[in-house]
Nanobody, 124 residues
Framework: QVQLVESGGGLVQAGGSLRLSCALS????????IGWFRQAAGKEREYVAV???????SYADSVKGRFTISRESDTNTVYLQMNNLKPEDTAVYYC??????????????????WGQGTQVTVSS
């Protein structure tokens, strides 16, 4: 069973930065597509970014140029570096994983494994 544990959320002012971490355990790290979704209060969950075992990555248009996803095989960890944060980035951020190798997956139902979420709040 795959387990995903997020950390790194918090409160930051607009223009600031945060780095989220997602640690994967229970399976071979390199087999999984790992990414992030987010859900703001009163809104639907939305795709943020994903990275494959060979570090091929993709991003939602709303975060391109500001967020960077990376993975570290030695520690089975994926990171989401978030720069130039905006109030509209406020949401619960969820780490996701799936056995697929397709980095174009952008829908909730395409990911089998989910973390518990971590809150990111950006004040104006």
């Amino acid at each position: 069973q795959v387990q995903l544990v997020e950390s790194g959320g918090g409160l930051v002012q607009a223009g600031g930065s945060l780095r989220l971490s997602c640690a994967l355990s229970g399976r071979t790290f390199s087999r999984y597509l790992i990414g992030w979704f987010r859900q703001a209060a009163g809104k639907e969950r939305e795709y943020v970014a994903v990275i494959r075992w060979d570090k091929v990555s993709s991003y939602a248009d709303s975060v391109k140029g500001r967020f960077t996803i990376s993975r570290e095989s030695d520690t089975n960890t994926v990171y989401l570096q978030m720069n130039n944060l905006k109030p509209e980035d406020t949401a619960v951020y969820y780490c996701v994983a799936d056995e697929s190798r397709d980095p174009r997956r952008k829908y909730e139902y395409q990911y089998n494994y989910w973390g518990q979420g971590t809150q990111v709040t950006v004040s104006s």
